[in-house]
């Protein structure tokens, strides 16, 4: 299903926040992570132990999702990470983090990892 | 006891007050959450305090002899190296960052050129003046939020501005305006009262918004009786009431307008309806007030206009400044570096990953004092003092009014501040590359 992608700042999904003082494991439940409508919610047959897997020409994530009542309809917002920026693009010499088109389904495919990130990065060095 | 500035944000609050022996911190009142989070920072769990070297695949504990000589290696084999960040220091790191770059034929830019700073240039090339956090309380009638979300950025920006009473604002409040203008009902919306104008806009319709508003301004006289961009035809005469009747009114700009789009440019029409409204007023103006999140992301602009003429990036060939078409982004792009001096910023995470990938290809330097998804690629992490905490400094608040930070505590393993560091690699550089 095709939504619009926005990452944001959120106070409790601060990605600053989670590498100063978490863990491994608190920046993925905070920062791998999306928000969308109940009602599209719903459409996606979702249930909480499916996960959220948003992907564009660029690349795909895997994330956990909660519904939220204060997104839009067709829009999925993510906390600025590292995960919200594998989808955002570059336009014109200028970054898109926002209004960025996405295809999402849900799929039970674990939560993309940290260190698996990390880890494709670091391969190319 | 003793009253302070927080370096959490780029509000930087002066009004914090602090209680140190000189060792600890034991008692801060008054600092938002974030600016809480800035003091705990002294005693983070991810605090890095040792330098760090990249050896066999791992990060590993070094010297500073070590550290420091891995790092002038880097940048003696690189040609082109790229030095970014820049925008969680102060100006006298800032300006020992462009003197480097200078030294080593370097592109530098900060974090507000992908960010705030593409609307302060914008904003500078049109005339428009921008306005104070204390004009703002003394005066403001109006406020009006765009693509911002102060609630979860910059904290108190609010308290400040919308809930206290100034000078020719005796009754606070009861006589500020509020309309926010986002297609998420963020945080920011809470604090919306009956006589205040919440606009859920269309996410991407802005621009219909803007140019209807531009036209109702100047020349038609009707609004769509369906409204536009999701706004119902009501609010809309309600915004070009308070559009064109506000003595004092401000427009807070975040990141949500500074979105690049193939046919047009969000941030130039927004101020032309802006100058279009100043015009048509009669007895008051419309100003602007720019969202930046670090603490001294607005310190570069200055720092590099003061010394080179030139806000935003600069480039040296031969230590001295060249013209340059490129960008930050379009540097990355195009990989036209070949190694790159992270300072105080997080490039791997908050870059898309077509560019993040690109510098975690080349040799890379990081200083920082934290932790971050940077330092889990760099070769070489270079630890130092928190800025307005453990060292002192200038820094720009968001309203562009210089502020100086002070130092409370010495930083743990004497470390350096931003400044100190960078001027030693200057200094080493200038001796040849050993001490």
Not at chain 2, 22 to 25: R, S, V
């Given at each position: 299903m095709e939504f619009i992608l926005n990452s944001m700042r959120k106070i409790d999904n601060d990605q600053a926040k989670e590498h100063a003082f978490g863990t491994e494991q608190s920046l993925e439940e905070n920062l791998a992570i999306c928000f969308i409508n109940p009602k599209d919610f719903e459409k996606l047959k979702l249930v909480s132990s499916l996960q959220l897997k948003i992907s564009n020409e660029e690349k795909y994530v895997i994330v956990k999702v909660e519904k939220d009542d204060n997104i839009p309809e067709g829009m999925v917002a993510m906390p600025v990470s590292i995960w919200s920026n594998r989808l955002s693009v570059v336009q014109n010499n200028e970054l898109q983090t926002k209004n960025i088109v996405v295809n999402v389904e849900a799929t039970h495919e674990p939560i993309m990892k940290f260190k698996e990130i990390i880890q494709e990065l670091l391969v190319k060095k | 006891m003793k009253r302070f500035t927080c370096s959490?944000?780029?509000?930087?609050?002066?009004d914090i007050i602090v209680q140190s022996d000189?060792?600890?911190?034991s008692e801060v009142i008054g600092a938002c959450l974030k600016g809480k989070e800035r003091f705990d920072l002294v005693s983070a769990k991810n605090r890095i305090i040792s330098p760090l070297i990249r050896k066999d695949g791992e990060l590993k504990e070094a010297s500073w002899d070590e550290a420091i000589k891995k790092a002038i290696e880097i940048i003696k084999n690189s040609s082109i190296p790229l030095l970014y960040g820049f925008s969680n220091v102060s100006c006298e790191a800032q300006d020992a960052g462009i003197k480097l770059a200078q030294k080593i034929d370097g592109f530098i830019d900060s974090n507000a050129s992908i960010c705030q700073g593409k609307i302060f240039n914008k904003a500078k090339s049109l005339g428009i003046n921008l306005t104070t956090i204390t004009e703002i309380i003394n005066k403001g009638d109006l406020i009006i939020l765009w693509g911002a979300n102060p609630a979860e950025t910059v904290p108190r920006l609010l308290n400040k501005v919308l809930f206290s009473r100034g000078k020719f604002r005796m009754t606070g409040r009861e006589i500020k305006t509020l309309v926010i203008v986002d297609p998420i009902k963020t945080a920011s919306f809470r604090v919306m009262g009956v006589r205040d104008l919440p606009l859920i806009i269309e996410p991407n319709k802005d621009i219909d918004l803007i140019r209807m508003l531009k036209e109702e301004c100047c020349t038609a006289n009707s609004i769509p009786s369906q409204g536009v961009a999701g706004i119902d035809k009501n609010d809309l005469k309600r915004l070009l009431l308070h559009l064109t009747g506000a003595e004092n009114g401000v427009i807070i700009l975040g990141q949500g307008v500074i979105q690049p789009h193939p046919d047009y440019d969000l941030v130039e029409e927004l101020l032309e309806l802006l100058q279009m409204i100043n015009k048509r007023q009669e007895k008051g103006r419309i100003s602007l007030l720019i969202m930046g999140g670090h603490f001294n992301m607005a310190g570069f602009d200055h720092v590099a206009l003061s010394a080179y003429g030139v806000s935003g990036h600069l480039e040296f060939k031969h230590n001295q400044m060249v013209k340059t078409e490129d960008t930050l982004v379009s540097k990355i792009e195009k990989e036209d570096f070949d190694s790159s001096i992270i300072v105080g910023t997080d490039p791997i995470s908050h870059l898309p990953h077509s560019l993040s990938s690109k510098i975690a290809k080349k040799p890379l330097i990081l200083i920082d004092n934290h932790s971050t998804a940077t330092s889990h690629i760099a070769d070489v992490v270079l630890p130092t003092a928190i800025t307005g905490i453990e060292s002192g400094g200038l820094a720009y608040r968001l309203d562009q009014v210089p502020i100086e930070l002070n130092k409370l505590l010495n930083p743990p393993n004497n470390l350096p501040s931003d400044e100190e560091l960078l001027n030693q690699l200057h200094g080493l550089l200038n001796k040849g590359g050993s001490e």
């Open positions: - | 959490g944000c780029s509000l930087l609050c002066d000189g060792l600890f911190i």
